[in-house]
Structures are given as C-alpha cells and as structure tokens.
C-alpha cells in the first residue's frame, strides 16, 4: 500500500516561513500578524516553545489565511494536537513515516528536515510536500546542489537553520526559493514592531532576488 501523501506544497506569495522558537503565546498574535502584513504568508511555531499548542490556536483563527502550523514535531500524538488546535503546516527535523502519516490523514503540508540524500529519498517516499535541508549553513549550497541533482525535478526544496536575506541569493543560484527564517527573525521577547520590520527587509530581499513583487 503506497504511503498517505501530504497536500501539496502552497504557492506562498512569498518562499519565506517565520520560525517562531520560544514564542510566548500573549506575543503570539501580534508577532504572526506583524511578519503576515509584512507578506509572510507560512508562521512555524516549534513545539520547544511555551504553550506552543495555544500560541497555534490563537494565531491559525487570528489569521485564517495564513500557513500556519508547527515545528519540532516529533509524534503522532503532536500532530494530533497540531489538528485540533487549528494547525495546517507540520515541520519536523527529522523524517518519521509515522508522524507523516498522520499529518496527511489530516490534509497538513509537510516538511520534514533532511540531509543526505538517503533522509530526502526517504521523506519523499512517506509522501512530504517539501524537503527542509537542516541545518543549512552547514551543508550549503554547493552541498543542497549536489543533491538535487539526484531528486525527482518537482521536488520542492527549503533551506532552514543559519540562513537570512544575506543568503537569498546564493541559494538561488542552485535552485532553492524557499527559506525559514528563525534567529534571523525572531528572539524570544522580541516586540511585533522589531518583527514586523526584520520581516519587512526580509521579504524585500526575496523580492529584489527573485525579482518578484
């Protein structure tokens, strides 16, 4: 029997999603809404943050329109509770057949964390709609490059951990438009406002490189 698949990879205005890691949930709805009114359409809270479950909710019905979901999920379990608190988007750093699973029993995008070309074969076979090449500053993308080589021509291709604006454009160079911005981004206690302009900057980057907006 052929693995569940995941729903499809979105065409996000922007490839940019906002990593979250240690968003307090009375933040949670001011920070998501500064990054999405700066046209980041994909928010990533980890599920090491406090109360992750609840910054989730609060933002997936503050924002409806938005991708909105959680990363670090590492069990079926959590995926469960990433459905019932309205989530849509399941990023994990590692690949787990199980946890795709049951994600695409629920209709979420997928993104599992990869790094070889045996991690990237493997997702793609569990039925994920898109690779995180994690961490990327340390593969890189002459290393992202050599395994694209090798994978299916529709396979969609994120470059997450380490990574900011300053790196759009080398990335682009070998194939990649997709991009989690974590640190680069957001710190715990960060203000919207602080957020909401980094996004900005971000975002007119993506656009400048991908000459697009």
Not at 40 to 61: D, H, W
């Amino acid at each position: 029997m052929p693995a569940p698949v995941s729903a499809r990879w979105p065409d996000l205005g922007c490839g940019l999603v906002a990593i979250f890691r240690g968003l307090a949930p009375d933040d949670a709805v001011d920070v998501a809404r500064a990054v999405r009114d700066a046209g980041i359409e994909a928010i990533e809270v980890p599920l090491n943050s406090p109360e992750p479950f609840r910054s989730i909710a609060a933002i997936a019905k503050a924002l409806p329109g938005a991708l909105v979901g959680a990363g670090t999920v590492l069990t079926p379990d959590d995926v469960d509770r990433l459905h019932d608190a309205g989530g849509r988007l399941l990023v994990s750093p590692n690949v787990d057949a199980a946890v795709l699973a049951r994600a695409a029993e629920h209709g979420m995008v997928t993104m599992p964390g990869v790094f070889t070309p045996t991690e990237a074969f493997a997702a793609l076979k569990a039925g994920a709609s898109a690779l995180k090449f994690f961490p990327a500053s340390v593969i890189g993308p002459g290393g992202i490059a050599a395994i694209r080589a090798v994978l299916p021509a529709g396979a969609i291709v994120g470059a997450v951990g380490g990574v900011s604006e300053r790196d759009f454009a080398a990335y682009k160079a070998v194939g990649v438009r997709t991009f989690g911005l974590g640190s680069s981004l957001y710190r715990p206690g960060a203000r919207a406002a602080e957020v909401g302009r980094k996004a900005a900057d971000a975002v007119a980057e993506w656009r400048r490189v991908f000459g697009e907006g």
